[in-house]
């Protein structure tokens, strides 16, 4: 009996440290999931609220801006997490290994940007990239070369995003991959030199699979943040060219802040949390499953 009753006593002094954490997790993040899907079903005004069903939801799926911006979405998606986890596992892989002070430069030299603001990071590439008075327009004049409006093309204005996205970020995710990395056994790699491994099969062969959830991890945050991308449409392009730049997050924005269609900004939004979830749920399944 008494060993029950201390037990019981550890679980209420566990419950009340997390307890903390509990209300606001509740008040700051499921209250507003739950909220934010009331009010998708409805029609809202200053004064007063409709209830609609799901009226917003046929408006989204027959409005050609809103497929718009989800086909920009899930490009910018699938090409930034991409690029982001192959870029960041070909540099951590070449030298994870090197000089520990070769390594401390490369990991500061690629962090730099992400510590920087993106609002920051966005107005640099608006200035470098203006057509107008832009620096790569400008050298690209004195050089006698065809300038390119890479802000107000619709073939270029995708790519440059990308980019400027990609760069800015992959930093975070190569410090990762690097302390995965140097977390790895050197038995390991001693012994895949010993059976004459070349580095190709041990990037592919043993580190690869060794930091699967750091991986899995970078993909998923990826993912998280890539969805939320505002500051550089809105710094970079507002949208445009016709619509060609904008994202779910945009759309919302406009919709949100600039239309007064909150109903119509929270469904939306409900629909990003759904593609949230469809995108992470494989991936925390593939990180939780015993090989």
């Known amino acids: 009996m008494k060993i029950i009753k201390d037990s019981y006593k550890e679980n209420i002094s566990g419950y009340l440290f997390i307890a903390p954490q509990i209300l606001l997790f509740l008040v ?9 899907i009331r009010l998708s079903l409805f029609k809202i005004s200053y004064q007063d609220e409709v209830f609609i069903g799901f009226e917003n939801y046929r408006k989204l799926f027959s409005d050609p801006v809103f497929v718009q911006s989800t086909i920009n979405t899930v490009i910018f998606v699938v090409c930034i997490v991409a690029l982001t986890v192959v870029f960041a596992l070909f540099v951590a892989s070449a030298v994870f290994d090197k000089n520990a002070k070769y390594v401390s430069f490369i990991r500061g030299a690629y962090y730099i ?20 008075n832009g620096l790569i327009p400008f050298m690209a004049r004195e050089m006698e070369l065809s300038t390119v409006n890479f802000l107000g093309d619709p073939k270029w204005v995708l790519p440059v995003i990308i980019f400027v996205t990609f760069a800015t970020n992959v930093g975070q995710a190569i410090i990762l991959y690097i302390a995965s990395m140097i977390g790895v056994p050197k038995e390991l790699f001693e012994a895949a030199e010993i059976d004459g491994a070349n580095r190709v099969k041990i990037v592919f062969k043993i580190i690869i699979p060794m930091i ?14 890539v969805l939320k991308i505002f500051v550089v449409i809105q ?17 919302l924005y406009n919709n949100a802040f600039k239309y007064n269609q909150l109903g119509l900004a929270s469904a939306v939004g409900v629909i990003m949390f759904l593609i949230t979830l469809a995108l992470s749920i494989p991936q925390l399944k593939a990180m939780f499953k015993k090989d």
Do not use: H
């Open 28 to 36: 700051f993040l499921v209250y507003p999931i739950i909220d934010g």
């Open 113 to 132: 940007p992400v510590m920087v603001s993106m609002v920051v990071m966005s107005m640099i590439w608006s200035f470098l990239l203006n057509p107008a």
């Open 212 to 225: 699967k959830p750091t991986t899995i991890y970078i993909i998923i945050m990826n993912i998280i943040a």
């Open 235 to 251: 710094l970079l392009t507002g949208g445009g060219p016709n619509n060609s730049s904008t994202t779910l997050m945009y759309y």
